[in-house]
T-cell receptor
Framework: DAGITQSPRYKITETGRQVTLMCHQT?????MFWYRQDLGHGLRLIYYSAAADITDKGEVPDGYVVSRSKTENFPLTLESATRSQTSVYFC??????????????FGPGTRLTVL | QKEVEQDPGPLSVPEGAIVSLNCTYS??????FMWYRQYSRKGPELLMYTYSSGNKEDGRFTAQVDKSSKYISLFIRDSQPSDSATYLCAMNNAGGTSYGKLTFGQGTILTVHP
C-alpha cells in the first residue's frame, strides 16, 4: 500500500505487557513522528526521528521506546503498558526539503486499550 | 497553561451555516499556522496552512491569522454535512529543513446537520 500505514489498527492488552505498534511509510520521508491523541489534550508528540538511527524525545516520552533501523519503519514500543497509555496513537511523516513548509502526513491510527 | 488553546466544542450547526473555529496561542515564535481535519476513526489531514499573518482562501474555507493578537480562525461558508469532523489547529516556528515540530490545539468537534 502506498502512503503511511499502521498496524495493528486495534489492540487490547493488559497492564505490564510489552506492546509494539508498527508504522510504515512508502515515501522515503526523512522525518517520522509518533503522537498520542486523548480527549482534552489534542495530539501530543511522543518521539520523532530525523533519519534512520536518529531519534529524539517529544513532549510525553515516558514509558515509550522507539527505534528506526530503516527509513521506512518507525516502531513504537510500550515496554510495560499502563492504563494511562490507553489512547489512539498516530504515526506521521514528512519530507526533508528546504525553503517551503512541508506537510506532515498521518497514518490511520492504532486504538490501544490497556486493561 | 497550554501553548495553544482551542475550544473543544462540540459545535452543532445547520447545513448552510457559516462556521467559525478559533485558536489562541502564547508562543510568539510560531510562524506557520495549520488547520487539520480529522474524520471519525481516521488520521488528521491538512486542510490549509498560512505563513505569518493574513488571510488565505480555498473554496468554502478561509483561514485568518492575527499575530498581533495571537489568534487564528478558520471560517467555513455554506457548511455541508460532509464537513462534520474534528478540526485541529496546529502551529510551528519553522519550516523547511527543521523537523517541524507541530503544537496542536485540543480540536473542535463540528457537526453539520441537514
Amino acid at each position: 500500500d502506498a502512503g503511511i500505514t499502521q498496524s495493528p489498527r486495534y489492540k487490547i492488552t493488559e497492564t505490564g505487557r510489552q506492546v509494539t505498534l508498527m508504522c510504515h511509510q512508502t515515501w522515503s520521508h526523512s522525518y517520522m513522528f509518533w503522537y498520542r491523541q486523548d480527549l482534552g489534550h489534542g495530539l501530543r508528540l511522543i518521539y520523532y526521528s530525523a533519519a534512520a538511527d536518529i531519534t529524539d524525545k517529544g513532549e510525553v516520552p515516558d514509558g515509550y521506546v522507539v527505534s528506526r533501523s530503516k527509513t521506512e519503519n518507525f516502531p513504537l514500543t510500550l515496554e510495560s503498558a499502563t492504563r494511562s497509555q490507553t489512547s489512539v496513537y498516530f504515526c506521521a511523516s514528512r519530507s526533508l526539503a528546504g525553503g517551503t513548509y512541508n506537510e506532515q502526513f498521518f497514518g490511520p491510527g492504532t486504538r490501544l486499550t490497556v486493561l | 497553561q497550554k501553548e495553544v488553546e482551542q475550544d473543544p466544542g462540540p459545535l452543532s450547526v445547520p447545513e448552510g451555516a457559516i462556521v467559525s473555529l478559533n485558536c489562541t496561542y502564547s508562543n510568539s515564535a510560531f510562524q506557520y499556522f495549520m488547520w487539520y481535519r480529522q474524520y471519525s476513526r481516521k488520521g488528521p489531514e491538512l486542510l490549509m496552512y498560512t505563513y505569518s499573518s493574513g488571510n488565505k482562501e480555498d473554496g468554502r474555507f478561509t483561514a485568518q491569522v492575527d499575530k498581533s493578537s495571537k489568534y487564528i480562525s478558520l471560517f467555513i461558508r455554506d457548511s455541508q454535512p460532509s464537513d462534520s469532523a474534528t478540526y485541529l489547529c496546529a502551529m510551528n516556528n519553522a519550516g523547511g529543513t527543521s523537523y517541524g515540530k507541530l503544537t496542536f490545539g485540543q480540536g473542535t468537534i463540528l457537526t453539520v446537520h441537514p
